[in-house]
């Protein structure tokens, strides 16, 4: 959808290269959420971010959001092959937690 | 702790053929409920969410329906199956405002 563009739409990076995932919205958001998802299986919550300049750590993988609230990125450290999949960033833009997603990226990491 | 539960897992069904994929939620009560619906090289498309027994709302106008006959239980049907109907379904629930939302595993549809 034209509301909220990721990108890239896909990614390949070498073993231990770091990478970062972008999630762009036209309208102001209430939250923003940070899924993966392997293929033909369900997602897989990651982080969620409410506050403008917040940012959220989980071992290797750092999400942020802008103070403007409308735009958010995920960074990898050190890639490895298990980070692999699909991620979707999910945008509620009510307040009401019905998200909105975006079309995904999906990440290969080769040995 | 909750949990999800969607079933089937896999579904092949003829054209013009009734549907009905069934998820329901242990461990909580009056969870928020979606049904998403995962295209081929599209993202998550929104179908259907209810905030409690019997309230539904629709995001998208289609040949689909939902219904939520009990508090953890969320149904989705269909009467007559259409090809464009083909497609990953997801069902997910939350516990209010602010949570984020829980997936199940997902039931693949193929139509024929």
């Known amino acids: 959808s034209q509301e909220l563009e990721q990108s890239p739409q896909s990614l390949i990076v070498q073993e231990g290269k770091n990478l970062t995932i972008n999630c762009t919205s036209s309208?102001?958001?209430?939250?923003l959420y940070w899924y993966k998802q392997k293929y033909g299986e369900g997602l897989i919550f990651l982080m969620m971010?409410?506050?403008?300049?917040e940012e959220k750590s989980h071992e290797k993988i750092t999400a942020k959001l802008d103070e403007k609230k409308q735009q958010s990125s995920l960074h990898i450290t050190a890639s490895q092959p298990s980070h692999a999949g699909i991620y979707l960033c999910?945008?509620?833009?009510?307040?009401?937690?019905?998200?909105?997603f975006g079309t995904g990226t999906r990440l290969t990491v080769i040995p | 702790s909750q949990t999800i539960h969607q079933w089937p897992a896999t579904l092949v069904q003829p054209v013009g053929s009734p549907l009905s994929l069934e998820c329901t939620v242990e461990?909580?009560?009056?969870?928020?409920l979606y049904w998403y619906r995962q295209a081929a090289g599209r993202g998550l498309q929104l179908l259907f969410y209810?905030?409690?027994?019997?309230?539904i709302s629709s995001e998208v106008p289609q040949n689909l329906s939902a219904s939520r006959p009990q508090d953890r239980q969320f149904i989705l049907s269909s009467k007559k199956l259409l090809l464009s109907d083909s497609g990953f379904y997801l069902c997910?629930?939350?516990?209010?405002?602010?949570?984020?939302?829980?997936f199940g595993d997902g039931t693949r549809l193929s139509i024929l």
């Open positions: 997910a629930w939350h516990q209010g405002a602010g949570q984020p939302q829980h």
């Open positions: 461990g909580t009560s009056n969870p928020n």
């Open positions: 999910g945008a509620d833009r009510t307040g009401a937690n019905n998200l909105f």
């Open positions: 209810s905030v409690g027994i019997g309230q």
């Open positions: 309208k102001t958001l209430y939250g």
């Open positions: 971010l409410q506050k403008g300049g």
